[in-house]
Structures are given as C-alpha cells and as structure tokens.
C-alpha cells in the first residue's frame, strides 16, 4: 500500500478561498458581519458558495441574506462601519457597483477625510467580475480602474487562490474600506489554499517569478498567462519577471520601479479595456521614474475598447491573450 503524501497542497476552489477568509474572520472577531444577495444558507450559501455554511455557524443577525437593492446593502454597511462593526457587503457581480456608487465613492471613502480623522470606515466590499464565461456586457466588466482613481478607497484584485484568501483577510481587518474584486472564472477552479490564518499585507507586490530581462507587471488572471509565457521564454533563454500587484490601490511603486531598474524594460498587462486603464498609470510612472534606464518603450497588453460580447467568438476576441503577453514581450526585446 501507497502511504499518502503528507506534503501535498490542499487543493480548493477559489470560493472556499473566500469562505476561508470570512469564516476565519467571523471566529476572530464578533464585530465582523456579512450580508448581501442570497449570501445566508437558506438560500444557497451565496451564488457561487462562498458564504456556505456561515449563517448555520454564526447565525442569522451576522449572516444576512438581503433584498435585490445595491444601494440598500452598501448604505448599511457604510453605518454598520461608522457604528463600530466591520461588514463585509457583497455586490454580487462588479457591473452592479454602478447602482451604489454615491455611497461607495462620497461617503465610504471620503468620511475620514470629511470628519477630520475622527471616524473610520472598515468595510470590505466584496465583488466578482470577469470576462470568458459568456455573462455578456452587463455582468463581466473589470472596472478597478474607477475605483483606484478615488482617494480613500483601498483595491484589491488576486490572481491566485492563497492569496485571495490572505487578502480579503487582510480587508475585512483594515480600517479603511477596501474593494476586493473576485475573479469570476478562479471561482471554479483549483487551487492550492492558504494556510490558517494567512494574511497577505494590502499595497505590497510579490515577485510571482523573478527574472532579469524584462519586467511583466499585472494583478488578477492575467498573472497566470504571464508565468505561462515566462516559462516558455524561458526555454528560449529569454529571463521575464513577474511582478503580481496584487493591491491596485494603493499599489507597490517600489517593488515595480525596482524591476525594471534591474530589467531595464516593462509590459503592464491588465483584464480590463486598454483606454484609461490601470496600466497607463503603471506606464506613465515607470517612464517619468526611470526614462533615462529603459531600453524600450513601456508596453501595454489589455481587452479591447469595446463592451465584452456575449458570443463566445466575439468575446474571445475582445480579451487579452497569452499570444498578446508574448508579443509585447518580444517587442521589447526587438
């Protein structure tokens, strides 16, 4: 008989990823509350199952299934903050945060501002988008980009399972609010899971793969095309380092300016459309930082200027690709 591999990696979807962070948090702490669409277990434990369980552990008055009211979820969880609580509010899919904008955006992120540093507002928000699932125009935009763009509010987008654990941990303990987006299409897929307790520190980046000729800078699903082309470069004898933002907003300048110091060169790849992304703000702060060390122009990769489309045809035509990673890739090297 086979003895069992004591020291192979537990394997989970990328819901229990979450499930993990909330449940962890709610033992730790009596103030951390949940509530949002269907999130309670008699009515499913949340869309994807990522509040599973919860509501038959802690209860009914920290686990709350709400109505179909955006505006109504957010404003709660804005007074539960202010109150003394730490809500953690689910906006089912990103495209749905345009219905509570007003309070995410005039009142989450601007009160410690507006009362002089005398009220805080620790709330994680809690959202899911994504495009490659056939959800069409209005339930796959990644719209970070908004969000990044507003002092006050905190974004963070995984591109793996631990750490989507560790950082929705990390959120839901911050004082300030924070945005977590969900990548939709990691919600059903494995991977490996965080150890208990693991915490992931907001506005800090991890060298996914280090490497010295060029510098592959993202955050969310686009990560794992970026360590898929590095490897196959690497076959050729071409050395890429994957920068893994992991925070949007606030994000790590340092370790970012710190890569491509040493590469002398930078592709910044992001899910959402190319146009006023997150990139070119990557892009603009690397070349004012470093000009005069590049070897080459920094390169953007990101979804086309459109809608995503419901055909699955049109849809995959309108995301990045690992084919586009590479080119920019090789661009640089030219």
Known sequence: MTAPNVNKPRMIYGAEAALQALDEAMAADPNVIVFGEDLADREGGGVMGATAGLSTKYGDLRVRSTPISEQAIIGAAVGAAIAGMRPVAEIMLMNFTTVPMDQIVNHAAKIRFMSGGQTSVPLTIRTMSGAGMGLGGQHSDMLEAWFAHV???????????????????????????????????????????????????????????????????????PINDALAVAEKLAAEGISVEVVDLRTVAPYDKEAVLNSVAKTKRAVVVHE???????????????????????????????????????????????????????????????
């Open 151 to 221: 002092p006050g509010l905190k974004v963070v987008v995984p591109s793996n399972h631990a750490d989507w654990t560790g950082l929705l941990a990390s959120a839901i303990f911050d004082d300030d609010p924070v945005l977590v987006v969900e990548p939709t299409l990691l919600m059903r897929v494995k991977g490996v899971a965080a150890p208990p307790g693991h915490r992931v520190q907001l506005g800090k980046a991890a060298i996914a793969r280090a490497g010295a000729d060029v510098s592959v800078i993202g955050y969310g699903r």
């Open 272 to 334: 959402a459309v190319r146009n006023f992304g997150v990139g070119a703000e990557i892009a603009a702060h690397i070349s004012e930082e470093l000009f005069g060390q590049l070897k080459a122009p920094v390169r953007r990769v990101a979804s086309r200027n459109t809608p995503v489309p419901f055909s699955p045809v049109l849809e995959k035509a309108f995301m990045w690709s690992a084919a586009d990673i590479e080119a920019a890739i090789r661009s640089t090297l030219s």
